[in-house]
C-alpha cells in the first residue's frame, strides 16, 4: 500500500475555481456596501443642510441659496448662514442648495456629492423638501 500526504492536482483546481466564483460575486456585493456606506455620510450632511434650512425659512420666511460649494466665498457665507460645515468629512465636503417659489410655496433642492479623489465619486445624494409634503431623497451610486 502506497503511502502518501497532500492533495492531488485535480483538488487543487476544484479548490481554486470554487474560490474564483465566490470572488466573482463577493466583489461586486462589497462595492455596493462600501458605496452605501460612504453614502450614510451624504445623508447626514444633507439632513444637516435640511435641519439648517429649516430653521432659516422659520426666521427669515424663505430658504437660503447655496449656489457653488467650490467657491470659497460662497461656501464662507453658507457656512456663516447656515452652520453647516462638511470640510471635515472624508466623501463629501461641499454641497448646493437651490430655491424655487418663494414665501409659502418656497421648496429647496440640496445635492450633495462625492469627492473625486475620496472613492465616491460618481455618488450623489439629493433631497427636495417641499414646504407642503415629506422630503424626498434620491440617492445616485453611479458607475466606478
Known amino acids: 500500500m502506497k503511502n502518501t500526504k497532500g492533495f492531488t492536482l ?8 470554487i474560490v474564483g466564483i465566490l470572488s466573482i460575486v463577493a466583489v461586486p456585493v462589497y462595492k455596493g456596501y462600501t458605496k452605501k456606506a460612504m453614502g450614510t455620510e451624504a445623508k447626514s450632511l444633507i439632513g444637516s443642510i435640511a435641519t439648517a434650512e ?12 447655496v449656489a457653488d460649494s467650490g467657491d470659497n466665498s460662497a461656501y464662507g457665507a453658507a457656512l456663516r448662514v447656515l452652520d453647516v460645515d462638511g470640510r471635515n468629512n472624508k466623501y463629501f465636503t461641499g454641497y448646493t442648495v437651490s430655491i424655487t417659489g418663494s414665501d409659502t410655496d418656497a421648496e429647496f433642492t440640496a445635492i450633495v456629492t462625492g469627492n473625486s479623489d475620496g472613492g465616491a465619486k460618481n455618488i450623489a445624494v439629493t433631497l427636495v423638501n417641499p414646504s407642503t409634503d415629506k422630503p424626498t431623497l ?3 451610486y453611479g458607475e466606478n
Not at 485535480?10 to 475555481?17: A, Q
Not at 429649516?54 to 441659496?65: K, M, P, T
Request: hydrophobic letters at 50%.
Open 138 to 140: 434620491t440617492e445616485y
Open 54 to 65: 429649516r430653521v432659516y425659512f422659520a426666521e427669515w420666511n424663505n430658504y437660503y441659496s
Open 10 to 17: 485535480v483538488e487543487l483546481i476544484i479548490v481554486i475555481v
